[in-house]
C-alpha cells in the first residue's frame, strides 16, 4: 500500500520536503492531487479536509487508518519508517527541534512576499514586501543559517550531516531551503558558499545523492515559481554582504 | 529529577503553553530563567543556547540527558508522559496536526504587531501591523477558531474535548489562544462566544480545572503584557462583526 501524499499540484511549496524523505528513501507514493485518476486530483484533497476532524491543510500524508498533518508531523511519522531519523532518543529529538526549527524557517520566507495578507496578491503588498524581505536577508537569514552552519560544525559525528553519521529529513530539508534561497534571491544569496560552507557543502551532497539526483532530473520535481514558497521578485532581492 | 523549562521571563509568550500542561499535571519542574539560584537565571538558558548543538531559540525543556524545543516538539514529548495524549497513535497524530496547526496560529498573532520585522520596534511598524491584525482578524482568525470549532463538533467521542474524551495538550493551548484573543482584541472578540460556543465552552472548562484554576491564582502565571505574543494595542483592535 503506498503512502499518500496530499499537496497542491503545480508548485514545491511545503509539500516539497516530504517528497523528498519520500523520494530519497525510494518509498512507494502517490502524490494524489497530482493525479488524474479516479480518487485522485485536488478534489480528492479538499473532500479530506472538509471532514471534521480533518487536516487544516496541506501537505499531509495518508498510510492506511492514519493521517499526519504538517511537514515537521509528517516527517516525523516518516523519518524512523523510511530510515531517515536517528534511533537515539535524545538525537531524534534535536532532528526534530531542527525540523520545527526549518518550518519556522519557511514560514519566514513565505512571508517575504506576503507580510501583510494572503488575503491579498503580493501586487498589493510590495512595499511592505520589501521591507519585509530587507529584513529578512539582514537579520533573520544570517540567523538561521548560521545557526545550522554551527550545527553542522558541531556535529560530533562530523559535519557531512546535521544529526549524527546518517542522512535525516533535516540534512533533505536542509537541501531544499538552500536551493529555494539560490532561486529567490540569487544576488543576496551570491556569497553563500562563503558564508556557510557546511550547509553548503551539505546541500550539494544531497543534490549528489543518486536517488536526490534521479528525482531532480524527473519530471516529479516540479520547478520553482512564483505560487510557491520560494519565488524570485527581483526587486526584493538585492546585492550580496 | 524536576523537568527543567527554558524560557524568557517575563513574559507568557510560547512558554506558556508547556506551563499550562506541566501545571495540569501538576508535574515537578523549574522555570529555570525566572529563577536566581545557582545554574538559575537567564544566563543558564543562553549558555545552553550557545552550545553547538544547542536549541535555536527558547522554549526549550531538559529532562535528564534529553532536551527537546519548540512548543509542539515539548508538548509531543510531555504529553505521554503526562498523560495528555491519546495513546492511539492515529489519534495522537491528530492531535499533534492539531497542536502544529496552533503553533502556526501563535505566529500569525505575533506577527500582526510585527508584520516587518523582528528586529524594529511596533512603533516602527504601526500602519503595516494595523493592516496585517485587520486581515488576520477578517480572515485568519475565523479560518483557524472556526477549523477548531467544528473540530469540537466533529469529536465523536463529544465536545468537552478536541480530541477523543480526556483532556490533552491541545484543550489547553486552545484555552491559551482563547483567553490571549480576548486579551489583545478585546472589541473584535466580544462576540467570540456566540461565534465559536464549543471553543467558549472548552476555553470556560479549562479554566474551571482545579490545578489550572490554582494555577491562574498564583504567582506563577505572568500577566499578559506587551512584551508577549499576544499583545493588547488597541489601535490594532476594531469592533466585532
Partial sequence: M??????????????????????????????????????????????????????????FLRDGAVLVSHVAGILGYLGPKL?????????????????????DFVAEVHDTHHPISTALYYEDQKAEAKARATAFLDHRLPKYFGYFERALAGNPAGSAHIVGEQLTTVDLSLFQCWVGMGYAFPRAFADADARWPKLSALAASVARLPAIAGYLASDRRLPFNEHGIFRRYPELDRAAG
Fill in 83 to 103: 530510515g531517515l531519523a536517528p534511533v537515539d532518543e535524545a538525537m531524534r529529538l534535536y532532528a526534530q527541534g531542527l525540523q520545527l526549527t526549518i518550518t
Fill in 2 to 59: 503506498p503512502y499518500e501524499l496530499f499537496y497542491w499540484p503545480g508548485i514545491q511549496g511545503r509539500g516539497e520536503f516530504v517528497r523528498l524523505a519520500l523520494e530519497a528513501a525510494g518509498a512507494d507514493y502517490v502524490d494524489v492531487a497530482r493525479g488524474h485518476g479516479p480518487g485522485q486530483g485536488v478534489k480528492a484533497m479538499t473532500a479530506l479536509m472538509a471532514q471534521a476532524p480533518g487536516p487544516f491543510a496541506p501537505p
